[in-house]
């Protein structure tokens, strides 16, 4: 029960500019995402996150997309991805999502006033594309029960001095052209 470690642990780095860059199944979809890894993750978000009534899970597109559809099948709850592309259905909320690498707008169909939703993705970096993702969910009146990312990189982001919490699985940084796990378990 630890591919995670390892697999984050013999990632490849690379850099881009003066940033080094770990390249991970989960986070990139290369290397090869093994089913043994996958089934880790989603054994170990059921166990931490708190799913007790929730209505859906939500995820921002791409690579939050594989972890949340393997969870909602596991659990039953129905699957919201956050896309990037507009589709002018009713009801669709934008938002604005600003990371480290890009500014581009979203868009939220299907969550509703009331509605209790976990919030799922990848990596937690900058704290950008999750910090617009719950200021959007707030702004339709969602209940956000819980909020996990299978991986953070340590060091300050968005969310810092805001009221959400993420939970992370394990918490990472890259130094040296090696990945360092900071904390084997995450946060909360």
């Known amino acids: 029960m630890d591919q995670l470690r390892q697999s984050l642990l013999d990632a490849p780095i690379i850099e881009k500019g003066d940033y ?7 986070s990139d979809g290369v ?3 093994e089913p043994g890894l996958l ?5 170990r978000i059921i166990r931490k996150a708190n799913i007790e009534d929730v209505d859906k899970i939500v995820t921002p597109a ?7 559809t393997a969870v909602s099948l596991m659990t039953d709850i129905p699957l919201v991805v956050i896309r990037k592309r507009e589709y ?7 938002l604005s999502q600003q990371t480290g690498y890009s500014d581009n707008e979203m868009y939220i169909n299907d969550v509703t006033e009331g509605d209790r939703v976990l919030v799922l993705d990848d990596v937690l970096s900058t704290g950008g594309t999750m910090k617009a993702v719950l ?5 339709i009146g969602a209940d956000v029960a819980d909020v996990v990312a299978v991986i953070k990189k340590a060091g300050p982001n968005k969310l810092d001095d805001s009221p959400y919490e993420v939970k992370t699985l394990i918490n990472v940084t890259v130094e040296d052209g090696e990945v360092v796990i900071v904390d084997e378990h995450g946060d909360g």
Not at 62 to 68: E, K, L, N, T, V
């Open 88 to 94: 002018g259905l009713d009801g669709e909320v934008a």
């Open 39 to 43: 089934r880790e993750i989603v054994i």
């Open 135 to 139: 200021g959007a969910l707030d702004g």
């Open 20 to 26: 080094e860059y770990f390249v991970h199944p989960i």
């Open 62 to 68: 791409a690579m939050g997309i594989h972890i949340s």
């Open 31 to 33: 290397p090869m995402l």
